[in-house]
């Protein structure tokens, strides 16, 4: 949770809430069903079908049958936040609530944000700390939970308020030392307190063999510009810290979080050009996050309805036409229990289990099932330009000719894997001489994979063996051209991508 200029009350006001306090107020106790992923018209099941998470950040008492119904991500609101985990000397302490969470998410097939490690605010034991303390801590709360964690925010809200483009004065921004006096902390003899984090949090993750990705996370970096046209100095400078530290030799931070509060401040507007700028990180080979949204009513006159809506249909828009943006995460289930309860900021009214979905939540999962559009400059293996009619999940075997055809073919392969589950892009080129009339694509699993759901393509499985057959509206492939297809599929022990594929029996080469 953060805050724009203009919030710092109602945050200050909010974050003493506590998941006992909800639950002891009557709010909706904990009682996990069996194991559901977010199923049917839902965000979850659209954005998968799209290639991203759609998540909510929640507590223990307000894990309402909704959460697992209509969400495929769960970000702790505050339980994993140093205040409530962090004891003496970086060890973690007290993690019932944030174990609660985790389990919630394990048992409703959702992958996990960790939330956060090192911040300046509800910092706990930990505020004053040295660099050596943090870096127990990070290794600590890493090992705590390993691979249950997809990613973890490792730096949060590094950045000043204002537009300044400098770094906090706050603790832990007192450990960095500018050596030379150049302006930056990036040099060998500098001190960084953003680059020791997350280097000691990679090393972690390497020497234990674990998949977290690791993040930094700040707010008003949405736009390159900010409200009247000028520079966004606060998105600058996060891009010149991603850069540094996403790059070989270091290659430390794997993805950012646009927190996006959007509200009436000049820095937390909505601009025009927030896809170009969460294009420009993607081409630093990060994944974007949009992270924390929630857009305020005051953004469409305190309409809520259309003006709302078609706000969200514009912010996630921008996500969807970059294919390194892979997810998106609302803060908060409804408007009255959002930390900026005022503002009406989210995708349900109602409170307790109770809620009623806004014209926004209909906007947001039109939008998701229209999948990604704009293709990026240079193009990723898994995206298609062109729309694509709503998929198909007949699980029968098409009644198009799959007979083998002369030629050769290509296919691309990507994933998004998360502590349990995934989800795969598919591409299938025909490189060819002859037009294929009907496709049929096989292949082996290496591990112990099991497909649960596909778009754009049938997919059956035996064993592990699956074979995808092309739907009704993408059977033909003439020379050059290329169909695309996805699926979700739950694996155990290691994901590895299939060696070789066979499009209607002949070995395709690998893009």
Not at 56 to 72: H, M, T
Not at 371 to 384: A, F, H, N
Not at 415 to 438: L, Q, R, Y
Not at 443 to 472: D, E, F, I, L, M
Request: charged share 20%; net charge negative; aromatic share 8%.
């Amino acid at each position: 949770m953060s805050s724009s200029s203009g919030l710092s009350k109602i945050r200050s006001a909010l974050v003493v809430l506590s998941a006992g306090a909800l639950v002891a107020a009557g709010a909706v106790s904990l009682q996990p069903g069996p194991a559901q992923a977010a199923t049917g018209d839902s965000l979850g099941v659209a954005a998968a079908k799209a290639g991203l998470f759609f998540g909510v950040a929640a507590s223990p008492g307000r894990l309402s049958s909704i959460v697992g119904q209509e969400f495929n991500q769960l970000t702790p609101e505050n339980e994993m936040k140093p205040e409530a985990i962090a004891g003496s000397g970086g060890t973690v302490q007290n993690t019932g609530n944030a174990d609660t969470l985790v389990n919630y998410a394990q048992n409703n097939n959702m992958i996990v944000r960790g939330h956060t490690m090192v911040w300046y605010s509800q910092a706990g034991s930990l505020s004053g700390a040295n660099q050596s303390t943090l870096n127990t801590y990070i290794k600590n709360v890493l090992l705590k939970w390993g691979n249950k964690i997809a990613y973890w925010d490792v730096v949060n809200e590094s950045l000043d308020d204002n537009n300044t483009g400098n770094r906090r004065n706050q603790w832990p921004h007192t450990l960095d030392k500018d050596a030379n006096n150049d302006g930056d902390y990036f040099d060998s003899t500098d001190t960084d307190y953003i680059r020791d984090s997350f280097k000691q949090a990679r090393q972690v993750v390497q020497a234990n063999n674990l998949k977290t990705k690791l993040c930094i996370n700040d707010y008003d970096i949405e736009g390159l510009t900010v409200k009247g046209g000028s520079k966004n100095k606060k998105s600058d400078a996060m891009y010149e810290i991603v850069k540094k530290y996403s790059q070989e030799p270091t290659k430390y931070i794997d993805c950012v979080g646009f927190q996006a509060h959007f509200n009436d401040n000049p820095n937390s507007v909505i601009t025009d050009d927030l896809e170009a700028n969460i294009r420009r990180y993607a081409e630093l080979g990060v994944e974007v996050h949009l992270s924390e949204l929630d857009i305020d009513d005051d953004l469409s006159n305190n309409d809520i309805g259309k003006g709302q809506a078609e706000n969200y249909r514009k912010v996630v828009r921008a996500c969807l036409n970059v294919s390194k943006c892979t997810g998106i995460t609302v803060w908060g289930i409804s408007d009255s229990e959002s930390w900026r309860s005022s503002e009406r900021g989210l995708l349900f009214t109602g409170s307790n289990g109770s809620y009623t979905k806004k014209a926004a939540y209909t906007a947001v999962l039109e939008e998701l099932k229209k999948g990604r559009g704009t293709v990026d400059p240079t193009p990723t293996p898994s995206e298609d330009p062109t729309p694509t009619p709503t998929p198909s999940e007949d699980p029968t075997p098409s009644d198009t000719p799959t007979d083998p055809q002369t030629g050769t073919c290509r296919v691309t392969y990507s994933d998004n894997t998360w502590n349990s589950g995934f989800t795969a892009a598919v591409t299938v080129e025909n490189t060819g001489s002859d037009a294929i009339d009907g496709w049929s694509l096989s292949w082996t699993w290496p591990g112990n994979q099991k497909v649960t759901s596909a778009w754009n393509a049938t997919v059956t499985q035996s064993g592990n063996q699956v074979t995808a057959r092309n739907a009704s509206y993408n059977n033909l492939l003439a020379p050059g051209a290329k169909a695309s297809f996805g699926f979700q599929a739950s694996y155990s022990g290691s994901n590895d991508a299939p060696e070789q594929f066979a499009l209607n029996g002949e070995t395709c080469s690998l893009g």
